[in-house]
């Protein structure tokens, strides 16, 4: 053997040996990997653990600088070791791991305010970066600083229409020479998300040629004024936009003020994923830690975000900066993603004990955190607002399949700012998945939810410690926690479920075998609920939580019991319950009388609601307390002055001598939520405490009398009841509260809980203006086409004959 045979054995001896491998942005693929002699790549630095002993856990060390991957790393269950692979900063915070690439380029003046740079051989750029900072493409309307993408769309939605120019307008598209590549974002018609069009090209007509507008599972019309373009060279005319001509392989850019360009240090995004663990639940990949990274510069995909989940309002694109699909045991950890452009960390299908914690998640185009399994795991599985047909209904309880991630933590990370991009996101998304713990994470400044629940499958998931607030602030209709229940027991016709339930009471449970937990939190949204459980969902118990703003929203569903906690400055807003629904609610402080929806419909013994509504503490008159009386509802119940012992301090827990606990109220800790790790505790926010309204008249109440008209009790929905029937809340409309066995508007096909928004056309937003134009129908004829919403959906009512309308 030579000497230099002798040199190598020991190298390999003590590299392996001492189960340390050091990468460094001065090292050199040859090298063995020590300290002294570091490998440059992470591809490298990951082969070396492969080949390593796992007589102990092997650690990779990362020097600090920023490691540009021109790949996505992919791990296998090639990569197992018994005791486990730490990949890990040697300094937190100081090692970044980019999917982009350095830009060196020889700027020149194009013309007064922009300059121009040959770009050889690049095909793309999505996103460009000048000194760490995320620039715009070049778009209309222009970016506002502390707005985001839909600068269109105020954050206090205050806004009004016709203080905006349609990006649509003829004259300013006829003003593109050549759009082809551009695109354009716009809301959802009912701000439920948003959706994304690739721009093919222009029509002689001057009409854009559009393809997308599949990311929203509940489709509507573009929003006829929340739309934004981008990517268009003539929009190039503000401070920080650029354009890349992609024929002549030319980027331009309107640098901001004082930059000094040709020193500036330019990046572009290549990367889809930085990191992949890709296995299966015969093979899983294992043990495999990340911990202490900075992770930035990931590509765009909402024009991939095409599958729909389940019967929800979303759709998915199944990948993010990191990606686990089939892994056991890995973890994330005191790292950070900073300005992803798509999801941050998906959890895909089969997936067991995978722990982030500690993470600082911000500007991410898309979600948080993603916990998604195969629709295939679903039992009669559905996809869309569409009708259950119960004839063909699989009743075997649980899961088809394993192929779905359970047993997983999200522990004391801050996540903040995502939905950059794309407003359909949540900070973390739970779909097909089960027992994901949600637990001291800070979420908030959120377009949509802080936490989303997508459907009943599988359940035992809890969300506790947690600060969640300032979400919803760029859609609707929603909640800093939502959820929906669309599951195989549920179709939209509450009356059909009811009577299927009848026959089968547990029926709800198909799915959702083990309780949803929401305890001790601190929830605030100011455009929408605190905590919303919308369509269906079933089987949570929730307690021990402090409500700021917006109050609880239980639509309908089965089996929810809440209990403990403090309601400031709202109350419950029972929507649509069935009747013998199971839900109980005791125990609380609550700030006013109950906020109902459609619940007239309900069917059962004496009006009664649910199975429980009693013993709560009320902070207003007894007037409001008891308002529900005949519904079953608080006579046990208590009211007055809660006394707090310092609500100005976030401090609700009540003095020794309140009265709330007479009714059963227990004190629990109000001020300890959120991030607990020192760093990311220091830079979290704290959400606005509010200012308490004792004894004030409730907020949102029906805004006008119930009518009697033609048989049948009218109303004018306002507000957050509008949501009851899904619609917006600027869509208005007549309910039908109740209508009489004789009265012709049931014999002509109207049925209790419908919302009539227009007749030939004509919008109704009052009940004088309905009868008016039943009277005088403004088709010339005596028929009327009546537009109005059934089970959420819209629906048409053709009429040939004129109505005696005498009221």
Known sequence: MNKFSCLSLLLFTVVFSNAQIYVAPDGNDKNPGTQAQPVASFKKAQLLARKSSDANPIHVVFKAGVYYLPETVKFTSEDNKKNGVIYEAEKEGKVIIS???????????????????????????????????????????????????????????????DSINDVLRYSRINGWKNPQGAYLHAMHNYLWGDM?????????????????????????????????????FEELDTPGEWYFNVAEH?????????????????????????????????KPVTNIHFKGFVFKHTARTFMENKEPLQRSDWTVYRGGAIVFNGAENCTISNSEFDHVGSNTIFVNNYNRHITIKGCYIHHSGASGILFVGDSAAVRSSLYGYVKRNYATLDTIKGPRNNNFPSDCLVEDCLITLTGRDEKQTAGVHISVAANIRVNQCSIYDMPRAGININEGSFGGHIIENSDIFNTVLETGDHGSFNSWGRDRYWTPDGREVA????????????????????????????????????????????????????????????????????????????????????DVFKNNIVFGAYRPAIMDRVIAPNGKWGSLIDSNYFVCDSA??????????????????????????????????????????????????????????????????????????????????????????????????LSAYGVGFNEGGIALLEINPVSPLLKIGFKAGDLIQGVNGVPVKSIAELIKLFKNPTSGTDAYEIEFIRNQQKQKLIIKEKLNSSN
Not at 198 to 226: A, C, D, F, I
Not at 624 to 643: A, E, T
């Open 99 to 161: 999917g982009g690439r350095r830009l060196r380029l020889q700027w020149k003046p194009f013309d007064a305010n922009i300059y121009v740079a040959a770009v050889p051989g690049l095909v793309s750029i999505d996103q460009l970066f000048v000194n760490g900072a995320r620039q715009y493409m070049a778009r209309y309307p222009n970016a506002q600083p502390g707005k985001n993408v839909f600068d269109a769309w105020e954050l206090n939605h205050n806004i009004k229409p």
């Open 196 to 232: 994304h069009w690739l721009v093919k090209g222009k029509k002689e007509t001057g009409e854009l040629m559009l393809e997308g507008g599949w990311q929203n599972n509940r489709p509507s019309t573009m929003h006829p004024v929340y739309r934004m373009v981008e990517n268009v």
């Open 250 to 282: 030319k980027l331009f850019f309107y640098p901001p003020k004082d930059l000094p360009l040709q020193s500036a240090l330019v990046e572009i995004v290549q990367l889809k994923h930085l990191i992949e663990l890709n296995g299966t639940a015969a």
């Open 499 to 582: 009577k299927v339930l009848e026959r089968n009471s547990d029926l709800y449970q198909l799915d959702i075998a083990t309780p949803n937990i929401i305890r001790c939190n601190r929830w605030r949204c100011d455009y929408g609920w605190d905590i919303d459980l919308d369509d269906g969902s079933s089987h949570y118990r929730i307690y021990n939580n402090v409500l700021l703003n917006s109050g609880l929203k239980l639509r309908e569903g089965y089996d929810r019991i809440v209990t403990n906690n403090i309601i400031l400055n709202n109350s419950l807003h029972p929507h649509v319950w069935y009747p013998n629904s199971g």
């Open 624 to 721: 409001q307390m008891h308002r529900f009386l005949k519904n079953g509802c608080d006579g046990h119940s208590l009211n007055g002055d809660p006394m707090f012992v310092n609500a100005a301090m976030g401090n609700y827990q009540v003095k020794e001598n309140s009265d709330a606990l007479k009714i059963g109220f227990q004190n629990f800790s109000t001020t300890s939520f959120g991030v607990q790790k020192a760093s990311l505790k220091a830079i979290a926010k704290q959400p606005v405490l509010p200012q308490l309204n004792l004894y004030a008249k409730p907020q949102n109440t029906p805004s006008s009398k119930a009518v009697n008209w033609m048989g049948a009790m009218l109303q004018e929905p306002t507000g957050d009841q």
